[in-house]
């Protein structure tokens, strides 16, 4: 099922969008076959009303088992990119062909290796196809500001804390979050840091549309070694 523009904002509105990747440097990633479809499987059950995740493999299977939307996304380095969320055609060919209901990408003012500009990336992608749901992952307000003059669906703080010149914070942008859903006429997505449920819900009351969690849910790598640093960290200290 391929989800309208209008169906998925009524149904990620005030929502938990859960997201569940595992990239091939990471413990829940089997070469064989994708099992994010699991993590998918138990985040709708839980409740959430949509899925974000990394892959066209990825894509497809969480799609067949669970019929939510998704928010589609590939993570790749290219020489001479500083972004890796989706950053040249290819990847947008291969997110559109796989159905993803919304396609998200990197939409920082950072250098990309081709010589073109974010503003002429999203040009192009909305000459190809014209009808494609755009989610737009930035660090900054200045970013947020310049993808909804581009045109993007949704503007999410994906990247905040994760470029040089964005503010570096234990947690998630909660001025970022509340500046942009003041100023923008597009869903805001809280993205980024997002550890505890408390987090997520002052998320929202700051004014996000909706909220995307990942590694506090479904990396059990990360979510296992924040348990263990806080540990030595109080045996150090004793």
Not at 17 to 34: F, M, N, T, W
Not at 66 to 89: A, R
Not at 179 to 202: C, F, M, N, W
Request: aromatic share 6%; hydrophobic share 35%.
């Amino acid at each position: 099922m391929k989800w309208s523009k209008e169906e998925i904002l009524t149904k990620i509105k005030g929502q938990l969008i859960v997201s569940c990747q595992a990239l091939p440097s990471e413990p829940l990633y089997v070469e064989e076959k994708s099992i994010m479809y699991l993590m998918a499987r138990a985040a709708k059950q839980a409740g959430s009303p949509c899925i974000r995740t990394s892959s066209v493999r990825d894509v497809k299977a969480i799609k067949e088992e669970t019929g939510l939307p998704v928010i589609g996304i590939i993570k790749i380095n290219y020489d001479g990119y500083d972004s890796y969320i989706t950053p040249t055609m290819k990847e947008v060919d291969q997110l559109v062909e796989a159905d993803s209901d919304i396609v998200a990408l990197d939409c920082t003012l950072r250098k990309r290796g081709d010589g073109s500009t974010i503003n002429d990336f999203l040009s192009d992608i909305r000459r190809k196809y014209p009808d494609i749901i755009l989610m737009a992952d930035i660090s900054t307000y200045e970013e947020g500001i310049n993808a909804w003059k581009c045109g993007v669906d949704l503007v999410g703080t994906t990247l905040s804390g994760y470029t040089d010149y964005s503010p570096h914070h234990e947690g998630p942008d909660l001025e970022l979050v509340s500046r942009l859903s003041t100023d923008l006429d597009i869903p805001v997505i809280a993205e980024g840091k997002i550890h505890y449920p408390e987090q997520a819900v002052q998320m929202l009351d700051a004014g996000a549309y909706a909220v995307v969690v990942g590694g506090a849910i479904t990396r059990p790598l990360e979510i296992a070694s924040r348990f263990i640093s806080a540990i030595e960290k109080r045996n150090t200290n004793e």
